[in-house]
């Protein structure tokens, strides 16, 4: 008897889960792709915004890296005050890199969660699929999404 019920249990919470996407009407899966296109959009644009600013971030870096040396080598700096300037340099540059990708990161959570919840409410799954996305010489996981196929 125990395993009869859990049975039917088990049976109703699959039904409960898989019909509203069996039944949905195309239209529905439509508007949920919509959704999901337009989420991707705003994601891939956030990542193009966050390499750019990060390029221009390290290209700032670098340019005060090549003034620190030439500083340096006309005797402005000597090597202990150099290299102070240089690890300050270097810890404002991952400072600012490290803000561009836990905005970006943040940003397109957000976008993806607020697509996901919109899509459950139709009855839809959509899945995050994380791909590589390379800032600054780093690796960051971004979440594209998609719709689920059962």
Do not use: H
Request: a negative charge; aromatic letters at 6%.
């Amino acid at each position: 008897m125990k395993r009869l019920s859990v049975m039917l249990l088990v049976l109703t919470l699959v039904f409960a889960v898989f019909t509203p996407t069996a039944f949905a009407g195309a239209s529905e899966y439509d508007q949920v792709q919509d959704l999901v296109d337009k989420a991707n959009a705003k994601i891939e644009k956030a990542v193009g915004a966050a390499i750019e600013e990060a390029d221009r971030v390290t290209e700032k870096y670098l340019e005060d890296l090549d003034k620190l040396e030439s500083k340096k080598e006309a005797g402005i700096f000597d090597s202990n005050k150099y290299e102070q300037e240089k690890a300050r340099l270097a810890a404002k540059y991952e400072q600012k890199i490290d803000k561009i990708i836990d905005k970006l990161v943040e940003k397109t959570g957000k976008v993806a969660a607020k697509a996901r919840n919109d899509a459950v409410k139709k009855g839809f799954v959509v899945i995050c699929e994380e791909v590589e996305v390379e800032i600054a010489g780093r690796t960051v996981l971004i979440d594209p999404l998609r719709i689920a196929d059962f």
